[in-house]
């Protein structure tokens, strides 16, 4: 059985940084990409950005503009996402998931393993 367990959020200023991290166990592939998608309150599930892990091939939301950065380290089986230039738009729940998404990389319901979420507040 696959777990994903998130860790890095917090309370940061506008303009602040944050680097999430997921650790995934029972994976049994490396043909599956892991990311993050968040979900702000009052909104549905949002995706961020996703890495292919055996190719590394990345993948963003158009509205990331180059403000965060996804990464992976494949002998912990962790992967990262350092958010930068924060705004209190950016406040939401970072959820980590995993799966084999084919070429439909945005779409929450093309991932099976899902994390409990971490929350991420910047204030004004």
């Known amino acids: 059985q696959v777990e994903l367990v998130e860790s890095g959020g917090g309370l940061v200023q506008t303009g602040g940084s944050l680097r999430l991290s997921c650790t995934a166990s029972g994976l049994t592939s490396s043909r599956y990409a892991m990311g993050w998608f968040r979900q702000a309150p009052g909104k549905g599930r949002e995706f961020v950005a996703t890495?292919?892990?055996?190719?590394?091939?990345?993948y963003y939301a158009d509205w990331v503009k180059g403000r965060f950065t996804i990464s992976r380290d494949g002998a912990s089986n962790t992967v990262y996402l350092a958010l930068n230039s924060l705004k209190p738009e950016d406040t939401a729940i970072y959820y980590c998931e995993a799966g084999r998404p084919g070429p439909q990389v945005v779409l929450a319901t093309a991932y099976d393993c899902w994390g409990r979420g971490t929350q991420d507040t910047v204030s004004s």
């Open positions: 890495i292919r892990w055996n190719v590394r091939n990345t």
